[in-house]
């Protein structure tokens, strides 16, 4: 355990860092007794985020078994030279931490940018994976106009230096606060619905991240290198679509059908196209239902895993 962090105690959670060819920060949730042998879960957060995304549902699901979430390389208080926080990079280091850490097959759930890694990861190590559940993930791009404000956020990414310069410019010159509150007015339906002790603990990492970002490598060029990652992926929609297809199950898909990222479009057309997933939508709420309907969205988990991972029908799944 990490003496010097305790910001997710008041959620039940431990800090820890491990060595996976790079120091990793990630939190835990030991599971309660009787739990011992319920498939863990590891949750992996988006373009921007960190483990404080899932504090909420992580306590939740604690309640029936072991719960990890882990900082991405380049986010939270994970390092990461830009080098390795693009998006397969990235899949290689969940890939480490399900092998190192973990050591069993687990539940994946993974959000928005996470969402797409947790599918790679899926399709290159199926071993490891014992379920897949996608929170509003980074789907194929679809023919629907996009949200202006999002659309002008990600066209920087295709200028050389824009983003880098810009994103280093805002750090400069918003507080901490004020940067974190853009993000959620971005990606919350109704911000009245997000936790003010999150939205705290979200503060105080990207604080304690700034102030070390020497340290750490550079932050921009390792968000940008991520983002434009993820680009890459979605703007092949064929492909990616593809790749879905041929994702071993179970696979759960949720969404809200009020997200401003990845329109609730993409995420009808993925369902329709992949008759064997579970899809879910969630009425009036953004791009993090995690954060914005915690408790609908641990309870659908819940039932999901019951039923198609450790219930009696998913036993009976492959006869």
Known sequence: MTADLAHA????????????GGD???????????????????LVHGLGGSHTNWLEV??????????????????????????????????????????HVVRRPAIVVGNSMGGMISTFVTRSRPDLVAGLVLVDPALPAVPVRPDP?????????????????????ARQTLPPRVLAE????????DRSKGSQAVMDV??????????????????????????????????????????????????????????????????????????DWDYVEFAGVGHVPQMEVPQSVAAVVDEWIERRVEGTS??????
Request: charged share 20%.
């Open 24 to 42: 990793v920060h990630w939190i835990h949730w030991d599971a309660p007794e009787g739990g011992v042998d319920a498939t863990p879960m590891v």
């Open 202 to 275: 979200n503060v105080e990492v990207a604080t304690r991240r700034g102030a070390i970002d020497g340290a750490m490598g550079d932050i921009d060029r390792s968000f940008t290198r991520a983002a434009r990652s993820l680009l890459v992926v979605v703007g092949r929609p064929r492909r990616y679509a593809a790749h879905l297809a041929a994702l071993p199950g179970p696979v759960l898909l949720l969404h809200g059908d009020k997200d401003r990222l990845v329109s609730v479009e993409a995420a009808r057309r993925t369902a329709r196209a992949n008759p």
């Open 314 to 319: 998913a036993a009976g799944s492959d006869e």
């Open 58 to 99: 992580g306590q939740m699901w604690s309640q029936h078994r072991e719960v990890f979430a882990l900082d991405l390389r380049g986010f939270g208080l994970t390092a990461g030279h830009p080098a390795d926080t693009a998006v397969l990079a990235n899949r290689d280091l969940v890939v480490a931490f399900l092998e």
């Open 182 to 189: 853009q993000v959620a007015a971005l990606v919350f339906a």
């Open 149 to 169: 404000v999002v659309a002008s956020r990600f066209a920087v990414f295709a200028l050389p230096g824009v983003a880098e310069a810009g994103l280093r410019r």
């Open 9 to 20: 105690t008041p959620w039940g959670a431990t800090h820890h860092h491990t060595d996976l």
